[in-house]
């Protein structure tokens, strides 16, 4: 099965740097995602990792660390409009179809 | 353009009917997927689908039912069995197959919100 883990809830202060983290156990590790969701609406994707390293991409960043199954998102010059939640989600072939289970979520609030 | 509709936006049931919840992409996806989100919560897998008129069971499958009679469409029917319905329910779908498989995303629809009465 899968395990991803994520904190449940962080505040941040506009024009700040946040890091939310993301640890997962998968025995058929494809690929990881991170999604933005704002309240009741979809997700949005953000950014995927697949080797380890930094992808960069704007004002948000993400690392994987396959060998520690450890994720981080890295958002910077925070914005209000980053209140919302950050899914990390990981892509599973260990059945041989691709499954795609995402973690809990962790809130972000940004305060002025 | 190309992309996910889901249908309807609300949805309300009464205690003891069966619901189907409509799941349609144009974007010639291979896989689709149906999460349920409730309030507060992550999304949690209920059905997936790789391949017309095959599916799996997700992490929470029990009082659900699928289809995939087209390559488009992954109706979800929710049961009578289904003891706790009321939640948000999300449908997806991504490329398998070919090189741009790897780093291409899922595509989510606008989401079901659906209330039993």
């Known amino acids: 099965g899968q395990n991803i883990d994520q904190p449940t809830e962080m505040t941040a202060t506009e024009g700040a740097i946040v890091q939310i983290n993301c640890t997962y156990q998968t025995s058929g590790f494809n690929g990881l995602f991170w999604y933005q969701q704002h309240a009741g609406e979809a997700p949005t994707f953000l950014s995927y990792?697949?080797?380890?390293g930094l992808e960069e991409k704007g004002r948000f960043s993400s690392f994987l660390s396959r060998s520690k199954g450890y994720s981080y998102l890295l958002l910077k010059e925070l914005q209000m409009k980053d209140s919302a939640s950050y899914l990390c989600?990981?892509?599973?072939?260990?059945?041989?179809?691709?499954?795609?289970?995402f973690g809990t979520g962790t809130r972000l609030l940004v305060s002025p | 353009d190309g992309g996910i509709t889901q249908s309807p936006k609300y949805l309300f049931r009464k205690e003891g009917q069966n619901v189907t919840l409509s799941c349609e992409q144009n974007?010639?996806?291979?896989?689709m997927y149906w999460y349920r989100q409730d309030p507060g919560q992550g999304l949690r897998l209920i059905y997936y689908s790789q391949i017309v008129n095959d599916f799996q069971k997700g992490d929470i499958a029990e009082g659900y039912s699928v289809s995939r009679e087209k390559k488009e469409s992954f109706p979800l029917t929710v049961t009578s069995a289904q003891k706790n319905p009321t939640a948000f329910y999300l449908c997806?779908?991504?490329?398998?197959?070919?090189?741009?498989?790897?780093?291409?995303?899922?595509?989510f629809g606008q989401g079901t919100r659906l209330t039993v009465v």
């Open positions: 997806a779908s991504s490329i398998v197959w070919g090189p741009a498989a790897g780093g291409t995303e899922a595509f």
């Open positions: 974007l010639n996806h291979d896989a």
């Open positions: 990792n697949v080797l380890d």
């Open positions: 989600a990981v892509r599973d072939m260990n059945t041989g179809f691709q499954k795609l289970v």
